[in-house]
């Protein structure tokens, strides 16, 4: 049967192909999805395959069910695009203005859609039931994945697999691991409230900007000299503005940033110990401040038995040439939260292009197309042999 599976999936890869291209000239970003959305749906209305829209907002969810009783188990693919110019000179670059698939959702959604169809078409002989969740606002905390299970989307579900096209691994390349796999995502905003003034007389003044760089220098040493050296931790200041004339003393500043973590104990100390410095900074230089932490993704945390059934079935797939353990990763990314309510394992199937490479969220990003092919069979495999697993 997994050869059969394999022969129908070659056999449908040029749609494959249609339908990333189609999806990625015309992107919609988190939450706006509703194009895409309908697009998903006309795609299993016209293959008669049930469906649920607006699962959680713009989510869908389509069901096959195999003919004989069994395991159900779930698929997630996302479909959200990014804010972000296409600058790539190709014939399916973005027909819209400042929005691109810049992180591979497009093939996500293409490889799932085709690998729905060829389940459907195989029905008759397969066990169980499948359920694909097609999944909006990936990319934008707090995300589709929580209101799609809060919706219903993992009902009955006894295990769920996921992967993600990474254009910086070869094609070939399946890498999989146990347990934290991609990390905790939270944002912070500072605002830093001194006294303005003439920039000639800074003795009168209380200098934000001065202030706010004591302030990222202050922040970095939270992870260098409070977190342990055997866990891992990111906190980087992205934004400092505080825009004025060239010859004025701001009145106040303005930093965002991000925190990264795979420990819920060192998420909370991260956060703990930046209230702590913030405010010792700012006592220091006699002003206010005001600081919003908020809590993104949950890191992703993979399962041991389906991480290492992935594994030992993914180096028989055809196309895959090295099975092999990855590296965590401080990008984060909302799968954790259906791994925190069923058995499964997240993936990264590589996708590196031929020639230059770029990688995700850049404007010339793009992926090796084929590596759609063997993340379908890969994905394709898990959820039929997961059938026979005890």
Known sequence: MKNQLFEKLDAAFEEMLVIRRYLHMHPEVSFQETNTAKYIQ?????????????????????RV???????????????????????????????????????????HTATLLVLGKTLHQMREQLTGEYVLIH?????YAPGGAKPMIEAGCLEGVDAIFGTHLWSLTPAGTIEYRVGPVMAAADRFEITIQGRG???????????????????????????????????????????????????????????????RTFNPEVRDLIEKEMERVIQGTCHSNDCTYEFLYERGYNAVVNHVAETQFLKELAEHVPGVSEVRETEQHMGGEDFGYYLEKVPGTFFFTGAQPQGEMFPHHHPKFDFDESAMLIAAKTLGVAVVDYQDVK
């Not at 299993?44 to 989510?59: K, M, Q, R």
């Not at 996302?78 to 000179?89: G, H, M, R, S, V």
Request: proline letters at 4%; glycine letters at 10%; a negative charge.
């Open 42 to 62: 006309d795609y299993y209305a016209d293959l008669g395959i049930e469906f649920t829209a607006n699962v959680g907002g713009n989510g869908v969810v389509a």
């Open 65 to 107: 069910k195999g003919a004989l009783p069994g395991k159900t188990v779930a698929l997630r693919a996302d479909f959200d695009a990014l804010p972000i110019q296409d600058e790539k000179d190709v014939s399916y670059k973005s027909t819209v203005p400042g929005v691109m698939h810049a992180c591979g959702h497009d093939g």
């Open 135 to 139: 999944q909006h606002a990936e990319e």
């Open 197 to 259: 003034g003439h920039g000639a007389s800074p003795h009168q003044t209380k200098d934000s900007v001065v202030i706010g760089a004591q302030l990222v220098t202050n922040l970095q040493q939270i992870v260098s000299r409070r977190v342990s050296p055997v866990e891992s931790a990111v906190l980087s200041v992205g934004s400092f503005v505080a825009e004025n004339a060239f010859n004025v003393i701001a009145d106040s500043a303005k930093l965002i940033g991000t925190v």
